[in-house]
């Protein structure tokens, strides 16, 4: 098997799930599916690929998937899997009762896959995660969510933005908030993610560069950058522009209003507001060798 498509998929069942890859048969009887356990049954097959419907999956459990093929055997899922989520969004998540309010805490027991799917969370006091908590991203790449807490501590379990073969492809936030006199989670302190025995996927789309260097420098009260190099960036994105003198707080922060790529080599970058300090930029020699 090479792909599953989705990757997830809600705990009542009834959703399409396809697995491609090679050595299949085109047979539909030839297949047992079973996902977590459930039968998911099957609709179409072709020697690429088969699809299935998936069941209801109640309780808490481990995520498993097993392709049988009458005659082949079982297919090698490559580390694949479909999983089976509760969705934030649905009632049901949350017994049918009220999902969290703010300073409310919530916890992930074992066996749950807790999926992300509303654009702003409460500001919760704890997050504690031993199954799953899955932040999927919109097919819209400018789409954005806010995700907001005290504490998140992933205690042998996983928490997922986006991993490094499916990256998260839209926008997320998350913001950990707190001051110094809150309490401190022994070891992890507070207004943190600890993870103890657990897993922590952060991986976005690959950018690149991720940094460059500038080609001529950039005077204070200037809303202009160029660049050295051709850059994947648009307009829109914030960047850092780190100081090239001694005082470490001369680092500015702004947003990319537009850039002229006329040049591709060399990009011209308008900022949203003039530099406040100047950043330097030239290419010096000393002696002759």
Not at 116 to 136: M, T
Not at 254 to 270: A, G, W
């Amino acid at each position: 098997m090479t792909a599953i498509s989705p990757r997830y998929g809600n705990v009542v069942g009834g959703e399409d799930v396809t697995f491609t890859g090679t050595g299949f048969s085109a047979t539909q009887g030839d297949y047992s599916i079973k996902i977590d356990g459930i039968d998911c049954v099957v609709k179409a097959a072709t020697t690429t690929s088969v699809t299935c419907t998936t069941g209801k999956r109640p309780g808490l459990k481990n995520s498993t998937l097993e392709i049988m093929i009458n005659g082949k055997g079982l297919v090698s899922n490559q580390g694949l899997l479909f999983t089976y989520a509760n969705y934030w969004s649905a009632d049901s998540t949350w017994g049918g009762e009220f999902a969290p309010m703010d300073d409310e805490s919530i916890y992930i027991p074992k066996g749950l896959n807790l999926l992300v799917d509303i654009d702003h969370s409460p500001l919760l006091k704890a997050v504690i995660v031993e199954g799953a908590i899955i932040f999927a991203p919109h097919s819209d790449p400018k789409h954005e969510r806010f995700f907001d807490a005290k504490y998140i501590f992933v205690h042998g379990g996983r928490m997922e933005v986006g991993t490094e073969e499916f990256p998260y492809t839209s926008q997320l936030t998350i913001t950990m908030h707190g001051t110094v006199a809150d309490p401190y989670l022994p070891i992890y302190g507070n207004k943190v993610i600890g993870v103890r025995n657990g897993k922590l996927d952060m991986h976005g789309v690959k950018r690149t560069p991720t940094w460059t260097v500038l080609e001529s420098t950039s005077l204070a009260g200037s809303s202009t950058l160029t660049l050295r190099e051709e850059v994947d960036w648009v307009a829109g994105e914030r960047i850092s522009i780190a100081p090239t003198d001694f005082e470490v707080d001369h680092a500015e922060e702004r947003l990319i209003k537009s850039i002229d790529k006329t040049n591709p080599s060399n990009p011209i970058i308008t900022l949203d507001k003039p530099l406040d300090y100047k950043h330097y930029a030239a290419t010096q020699t000393y002696g002759s060798d």
